[in-house]
């Protein structure tokens, strides 16, 4: 069964992207191992602490590296994607070993989804920001993505309502990581 690492790029506890993650899951139909990374320990990168790595970046990059594939669920910022996302790929990006710039890190090659949820746009500035940085890291973004514009509704309760269209765009991304 394939291991999908399930990535929040909200902290917030009535996220939007998180309830997005949870239906997500559910459209893995069981056919995905799945595991919900959790990065709260995850330091802000300073290079004069990268070595000895920090232990919660030992497990991030475990987790990346045990997964078939990652699937970013993640709201739009001014245009991008949150800071703290930022982070965790730039850990992502460094060698584990000091100057080591030979080996792959655990996110090259990596299949990786992207959905966001958010205002009109449809986070469509951050999941093409990301796109872009995930490019640069050499990760394998999938072309499949999911954008939803929030309606009125969700925004007065709190609550995520799924479009058809949403929900089949989900759907495809879910279909293309099971078979990864
Ligand atoms: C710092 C900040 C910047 C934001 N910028 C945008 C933006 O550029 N586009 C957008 O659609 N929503 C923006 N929002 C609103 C978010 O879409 C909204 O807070 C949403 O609920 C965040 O997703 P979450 O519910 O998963 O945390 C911004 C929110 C914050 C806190």
New binding site residues.
């Given amino acids: 069964m394939k291991k999908i690492l399930f990535v ?5 506890g ?5 309830q997005m993650a949870v239906e997500a899951e559910k459209m893995l139909g069981g056919e995905a191992d799945v595991r919900w990374l959790d990065y709260g320990a995850v330091p802000m990168l300073n290079q004069d602490n990268e070595f000895p790595t920090p232990e919660a970046v030992v497990r991030l990059r475990e987790a990346v590296t045990e997964s078939n594939a990652v699937w970013i ?8 994607y ?1 800071g703290h996302l930022k982070n965790l790929l730039d850990w992502l990006s460094r060698p584990e070993k000091p100057m080591d710039y030979a080996t792959p890190t655990s996110i090259v090659g990596k299949a990786v989804a992207i959905s966001g ?5 449809a ?1 469509a ?2 999941r093409a920001k990301l796109t872009e940085m995930l490019t640069f890291i050499r990760a394998n973004v999938l072309p499949e993505q999911t954008g939803v514009a ?1 309606p009125p509704e969700s925004w007065s309760t709190n609550r995520l309502i799924l479009s058809d269209a949403d929900r089949q765009s989900l759907q495809a991304q879910a279909d293309a990581l099971i078979g990864q």
């Avoid at 009535?14 to 998180?18: A, D, L, P």
């Avoid at 669920?73 to 991008?80: A, D, I, L, M, Q």
């Avoid at 949820?117 to 746009?121: F, V």
């Fill in positions: 929040v790029g909200s902290l917030r009535e996220s939007f992207n998180r669920f993640t709201p739009e910022y001014n245009g991008s949150p949820a958010g205002g009109k746009a986070t500035g951050c929030l």
